[in-house]
């Protein structure tokens, strides 16, 4: 019996090759593209459903849709309105994977006598010899690597997952997608979140939640008053434009005060901060969590690694992090994931900051 594997296509590039490079490997493959609101159908001008289903007719693989909205609405869109309500920067992209990708989808996929989940993002799965552990890798494109996104995993999801382009270039899987002709080789790449138009978060908010938008006070770091907001949601830590606000030298957002409905500003060296406080902690790479480790760590997908303890907190429940240099920006809300080389330990979602 061949290995069946349900690849989650999104009608991009990515995981249209990913579904062409299994089916070469001799997996029976079937598609599976999942709709999850009405903002994010439509994708570089066409929607990815219908391409999907292009990708899936070309490949001469069975494909199905899924509708998770009132998942996808329940446990990411309500999530990253009231993580902004509350003065965080929320990850939709984190979340989404671990509830509705990793969650839902692989659960109804493995109901439907599926071994197998695959995607198109850039990292790699290994199961060590030795432990029988599954671990999450980088991708070996490191200016595409997604790992950080995937932190979440478990060892029960990750013996249920394969990513075939952990081991490619984005140039590569261009270069195979056109050789293989497929239907959405040149497609352009979708960056921004899928249910914001325009990537623009604030109109989002402005439009879909203008509730949690109190207009308020601009305070420097001794609590003088140098302005006005329009909602504490509509800044981010380490914001400099749209302040609104003339000064001698530049000012960044450095903290946002929900309760006294303010928003804190300073200077460049107000930005940085020594460690954080981290909950909803997921390892991958140790069982228990008790004891103090030296790691490596960043703040952001986009930050660089820097060296840092991890300390348990209550139980093992909450951890804290300080860095070997300090950091900047550091943004409740957002994901802190640990690494030891290539291999992604964990990670978890920043609780507060640490001066």
Known sequence: MKKKVAVAMSG???????????????????????????????????????????????????????????????????????????GRTPNPCVRCNNTVKFGSLLKDCLELGADCVATGHYARIEQDEKTGRYLLKKGLDVRKDQSYVLYTLTQDVLKHFMLPLGNYSKEKTRELAGK?????????ESQEICFIPNDDYKAYLKTKAPHILKPGDIVDVNGNKLGRH?????????????????????????????????????????VFAKGLV???????????????????????????????????????????ILFSEPQRA???????????DEIVGGGGVIKNIIR
């Open 278 to 320: 981290a909950k909803d902690l997921n390892f991958i790479t140790r069982n228990d969590f008790t004891e103090k480790f030296v790691t490596t760590a960043k703040i952001r997908y986009g930050a660089k690694e820097c060296e840092c303890t991890v300390e348990p907190l209550y139980n093992g429940n909450l951890a804290k």
């Open 180 to 188: 293989m002709n497929l239907p959405v080789a040149n497609k352009p």
């Open 230 to 270: 329009e909602g504490v949601p509509l800044y981010t830590v380490g914001q400099r434009k749209g302040l609104g606000i003339a000064a001698a030298h530049p000012l960044y957002v450095v903290g946002l005060d929900v309760k006294r409905n303010r928003v804190i500003v300073g200077e460049n060296k107000d």
């Open 12 to 86: 991009g590039v990515d995981s249209s090759l990913t579904a062409a490079l299994l089916i070469e490997q001799g997996y029976d493959v079937i598609g599976v593209t999942m709709t999850l609101s009405d903002e994010s159908r439509e994708e570089g001008g066409s929607t990815a459903v219908s391409d999907a289903k292009k990708v899936a007719d070309a490949l001469h693989i069975p494909h199905y849709v899924v509708n998770y909205h009132k998942k996808f609405k329940d446990d990411v869109i309500k999530y990253f309105i009231s993580e902004y309500a509350k």
């Open 330 to 340: 550091i943004t409740p809300g957002q994901s802190v994931v640990f690494y030891e």
